[in-house]
Protein backbone atom coordinates (compact mmCIF):
# COMPACT_ATOMS: atom_id res chain seq x y z
CA UNK A 1 0.00 0.00 0.00
CA UNK A 2 2.80 2.23 0.23
CA UNK A 3 5.23 2.25 -2.61
CA UNK A 4 9.20 3.95 -2.34
CA UNK A 5 11.21 5.76 -4.88
CA UNK A 6 13.98 7.56 -5.71
CA UNK A 7 16.88 5.06 -4.17
CA UNK A 8 20.01 4.82 -6.10
CA UNK A 9 23.39 5.30 -5.86
CA UNK A 10 25.56 8.59 -5.50
CA UNK A 11 28.64 9.54 -4.70
CA UNK A 12 29.87 10.94 -0.78
CA UNK A 13 28.35 14.71 -0.80
CA UNK A 14 25.36 13.85 -3.31
CA UNK A 15 21.72 14.60 -2.32
CA UNK A 16 18.72 12.33 -2.92
CA UNK A 17 14.73 12.62 -2.50
CA UNK A 18 12.70 9.86 -1.57
CA UNK A 19 9.18 9.43 -2.66
CA UNK A 20 6.40 7.69 -0.99
CA UNK A 21 3.38 7.25 -2.16
CA UNK A 22 0.39 5.26 -1.26
CA UNK A 23 -2.35 4.08 -3.68
CA UNK A 24 -5.25 4.01 -1.19
CA UNK A 25 -4.57 5.98 1.80
CA UNK A 26 -4.81 9.66 2.56
CA UNK A 27 -1.49 10.16 3.62
CA UNK A 28 -2.52 13.42 5.36
CA UNK A 29 -3.99 11.51 8.40
CA UNK A 30 -1.28 9.50 9.14
CA UNK A 31 1.84 10.17 10.99
CA UNK A 32 4.55 8.65 7.94
CA UNK A 33 7.88 7.77 8.82
CA UNK A 34 11.17 6.87 7.16
CA UNK A 35 13.27 4.04 8.37
CA UNK A 36 16.06 2.78 6.96
CA UNK A 37 18.53 -1.10 7.02
CA UNK A 38 22.19 -0.67 6.74
CA UNK A 39 23.59 -4.10 5.96
CA UNK A 40 23.86 -6.25 8.71
CA UNK A 41 22.44 -4.09 10.93
CA UNK A 42 18.97 -3.44 12.49
CA UNK A 43 16.15 -1.43 11.04
CA UNK A 44 16.24 2.05 12.60
CA UNK A 45 14.04 5.18 12.59
CA UNK A 46 15.22 8.29 10.68
CA UNK A 47 12.28 10.91 10.08
CA UNK A 48 9.00 11.49 10.98
CA UNK A 49 6.34 13.99 10.09
CA UNK A 50 3.08 13.72 12.13
CA UNK A 51 -0.33 13.89 11.18
CA UNK A 52 -1.54 16.42 13.34
CA UNK A 53 0.53 19.48 12.69
CA UNK A 54 2.98 18.44 10.43
CA UNK A 55 5.96 18.76 12.58
CA UNK A 56 8.63 16.60 12.06
CA UNK A 57 11.32 14.82 14.30
CA UNK A 58 14.92 13.04 12.61
CA UNK A 59 17.24 10.97 14.35
CA UNK A 60 20.44 12.31 15.65
CA UNK A 61 22.90 11.27 12.67
CA UNK A 62 20.76 12.52 9.63
CA UNK A 63 19.70 16.40 11.91
CA UNK A 64 20.62 19.38 9.19
CA UNK A 65 21.04 16.61 6.36
CA UNK A 66 17.59 15.66 5.96
CA UNK A 67 14.29 16.66 5.90
CA UNK A 68 10.80 15.15 5.36
CA UNK A 69 7.57 16.93 4.00
CA UNK A 70 3.98 16.44 3.01
CA UNK A 71 2.93 17.53 -0.44
CA UNK A 72 -1.01 16.69 0.41
CA UNK A 73 -2.16 17.34 -3.27
CA UNK A 74 0.21 14.64 -4.52
CA UNK A 75 -0.62 12.11 -1.54
CA UNK A 76 3.47 11.48 -1.08
CA UNK A 77 6.09 12.25 1.77
CA UNK A 78 9.41 13.10 0.93
CA UNK A 79 12.47 12.76 1.91
CA UNK A 80 15.33 14.80 0.91
CA UNK A 81 18.79 13.54 1.67
CA UNK A 82 21.95 15.72 1.16
CA UNK A 83 25.42 15.91 2.34
CA UNK A 84 25.18 11.72 2.16
CA UNK A 85 27.94 10.06 3.69
CA UNK A 86 28.84 5.92 3.04
CA UNK A 87 27.12 5.28 6.36
CA UNK A 88 23.72 6.62 4.94
CA UNK A 89 23.65 3.77 2.48
CA UNK A 90 20.90 1.22 3.38
CA UNK A 91 17.17 0.22 2.24
CA UNK A 92 15.08 3.40 3.24
CA UNK A 93 11.20 2.64 3.71
CA UNK A 94 8.29 4.78 4.84
CA UNK A 95 5.26 3.52 7.42
CA UNK A 96 2.30 5.13 8.32
CA UNK A 97 0.48 4.62 11.25
CA UNK A 98 -3.29 5.72 11.76
CA UNK A 99 -4.50 4.88 15.44
CA UNK A 100 -4.60 7.20 18.62
CA UNK A 101 -1.31 7.07 19.03
CA UNK A 102 0.01 7.97 15.44
CA UNK A 103 2.08 11.09 16.22
CA UNK A 104 3.76 9.48 19.45
CA UNK A 105 4.55 6.09 17.91
CA UNK A 106 5.99 7.64 15.01
CA UNK A 107 8.06 10.30 16.54
CA UNK A 108 9.50 7.75 18.81
CA UNK A 109 10.50 5.42 15.48
CA UNK A 110 8.34 2.87 17.29
CA UNK A 111 8.24 -0.08 14.57
CA UNK A 112 5.11 -1.93 16.16
CA UNK A 113 2.91 1.37 16.01
CA UNK A 114 3.29 1.79 12.27
CA UNK A 115 0.75 -0.13 10.51
CA UNK A 116 1.81 0.13 6.83
CA UNK A 117 4.89 -0.54 5.03
CA UNK A 118 6.60 -0.21 2.12
CA UNK A 119 8.65 -2.84 0.60
CA UNK A 120 12.12 -0.38 0.41
CA UNK A 121 14.09 1.56 -1.85
CA UNK A 122 18.04 1.12 -1.86
CA UNK A 123 20.21 3.50 -1.31
CA UNK A 124 24.21 3.09 -1.72
CA UNK A 125 27.12 5.87 -0.76
CA UNK A 126 30.48 5.29 -1.96
CA UNK A 127 32.58 7.10 -4.35
Known amino acids: QLVESGGGSVQPGGSLRLSCTASDLTLRYYAVGWFRQAPGKEREGVAC????????DYVDSVKGRFTISRDNAKNTVYLRMNSLKPEDTAVYYC??????????????????????WGTGTPVTVAS
Open 49 to 56: ISSSDSST
Open 95 to 116: AAAVGIDRDRYCSSFTERGMEY
